[in-house]
């Protein structure tokens, strides 16, 4: 019993330790306007190492390098558009979670539309194919046939 709550004790302490690994760091702003717009360009632009994290949420070394960098332009008066354009020329259109719409990218923004697309049309053709089976195997009966049926109808009628 004592083993199980010295474990659980570790793992609540090793919880609680996480955000010591958060990435900590405070520049200073001539403006408060530039800290929203380096909270917001830092939340939008990806970490060419980790590649699924921001460079506000990555603890990689070039993403510590890329925050200095965004820091010292938007301090130096860039604008968004030209820091963002400086990011896309030196590390590629990867380095944006949302990257421009252009040829290179038009696959990335028009999948999901094309899938959900494809996926109506294939649901449509299976329903279709199916009403076109039912169809065909609903059996036409003969007059003889329709006759005889009606005979076993009467019968039972007659039975109850």
Known sequence: MTRRLLCLLGLALLALSLPVAAVIETYEF??????????????????????????????????????????????????DEEILDYMVARYGEFVRYRPRFDGATAVLWLAPALLVLAGVAIALLTLRGRRRQQTEDAVELSAAERQRLQQLLDKTEHDS
């Open 30 to 79: 001539s403006d408060p306007a530039l800290e929203e717009r380096y909270q917001l360009l830092s939340a939008e632009l990806r970490c060419p190492k980790c590649q699924n994290q921001n460079i506000a949420d990555s603890n990689a070394p070039i993403s510590k390098d890329l925050r200095k960098l965004l820091h010292q332009q938007l301090e130096a008066g860039a604008s």
